[in-house]
Nanobody
Framework: QLRLVESGGGLVQPGGSLRLSCVAS????????VAWFRQAPGKERERVSC????????EYEDSVKGRFTVSRDNAKNTVWLQMNSLKPEDTAVYYC????????????????WGQGTQVTVSS
């Protein structure tokens, strides 16, 4: 069974950077698309980025385009989310999630989830 573990969250000042990691175990990640979602207090969970299984393409929500970059190394069973120029509105718990082969927008398409990592952007 696929297990996902996120790490790399923390407290950062506005304008700063963080790099989140999503490490998979149990099953090789190469047939899975991996998405990053986030959920702020009192708000719905939203997808911010996704990378397809073949690394042939990635998707970003408008709010993070040009600031966030998703990448993967299937040999390491790992997906990263590089977050630059962070803003207070990026504060949330960030989750990685996996779905077979391709990216989906809705969270219900993803069967495998990590436990989340907190990102706080504040001065």
């Amino acid at each position: 069974q696929l297990r996902l573990v996120e790490s790399g969250g923390g407290l950062v000042q506005p304008g700063g950077s963080l790099r989140l990691s999503c490490v998979a175990s149990g099953v090789t990640l190469d047939v899975y698309a991996v998405a990053w979602f986030r959920q702020a207090p009192g708000k719905e969970r939203e997808r911010v980025s996704c990378i397809n299984s073949s690394d042939a393409g990635s998707e970003y929500e408008d709010s993070v385009k040009g600031r966030f970059t998703v990448s993967r190394d299937n040999a390491k069973n790992t997906v990263w989310l590089q977050m630059n120029s962070l803003k207070p509105e990026d504060t949330a718990v960030y989750y990685c999630a996996a779905a077979i082969l391709r990216c989906y927008r809705g969270s219900q398409a993803y069967e495998n989830w990590g436990q989340g990592t907190q990102v706080t952007v504040s001065s």
